[in-house]
């Protein structure tokens, strides 16, 4: 009887101890990290948050922490990394999978993004989405499938209506509706195509949506004052 007993008891014993080593760490690492936190000491927050997850693998949560910390440093390919992490266990967080997408083409994964971009626009509905998803499309050179997509926005009745902010550069963003958004894109791409006159009727009717659209003014005046080059 004592044979059995005295083992079970150890093994009990030893469980309780573990338990309470862990629960002991976790104390200390959470404070760890909430001390980093009130000094604004990012990368002891973040190694503080890996040694809480290493400690405890049910502490997944601390993902979203990583990348909410990994978002106010440089390291784009650590915050793509923290993002996916989390959407691991939270596979509907539009906010993170938007971070994910943006990250993913930042970081040169085109198809990675698309995918992410595709995710984003099932959980939000909105088209700025679609035009992310032309957008990367058309950057890798997949003209059939930019223009689809360019089509996808056009096509919807909410297209006039919904806007996104464009710009040529940082100081000079402008609201344009997404129709005229995606008008545009098609506009680029038929001048790839060596398309003048289909070409020009993209950004006309871009301008015509939005006639202070100052990407598509210069499309069309590059066009018009022979910049850009057709061949005959």
């Known amino acids: 009887m004592y044979k059995i007993l005295i083992p079970v008891l150890f093994l ?6 573990n338990n309470d080593s862990t629960k002991s760490k976790h104390i200390h690492y959470v404070k760890v990290y909430e001390n980093a936190l009130s000094m604004g000491d990012v990368d002891v927050a973040i190694n503080a948050c890996y040694q809480i997850i290493a ?4 502490q997944n949560n601390y993902y979203d922490s990583l990348l909410a910390l990994y978002l106010n440093t440089r390291s784009e390919g650590s915050t793509f990394l923290a993002a996916r992490n989390s959407l ?3 596979p509907d967080n539009f906010k993170v999978t938007l971070v994910a997408a943006e990250y993913a083409k930042k970081l040169g994964m085109s198809d990675t993004a698309i995918n992410y971009y595709k ?3 099932i959980l939000d509905k909105k088209l700025e989405y679609i035009y992310d998803i032309a957008q990367v499309q058309y950057n890798m050179g997949n003209d059939a499938a930019a223009e689809k997509s360019a089509d996808q926005i056009i096509s919807d009745p909410n297209s006039e209506r919904e806007m996104i902010m464009l710009s040529l550069d940082k100081n000079n963003p402008q609201q344009i509706p ?5 008008l545009n894109i098609k506009g680029t791409i038929f001048i790839g195509m060596g398309s003048k006159e289909i ?3 993209y950004f006309n009717e871009a301008l015509a949506i939005a006639p202070d659209f100052i990407i598509a003014k210069n499309n069309k005046a590059d066009i018009l004052s022979g910049k850009i080059k057709f061949v005959k």
């Open 12 to 17: 009990v014993f030893l469980i309780s101890c």
């Open 199 to 201: 070409a020009l009727r």
């Open 178 to 182: 997404l129709k005229a958004a995606a």
């Open 119 to 121: 995710r984003t626009y």
């Open 55 to 58: 400690n405890d693998s049910n």
């Open 88 to 90: 691991k266990y939270r």
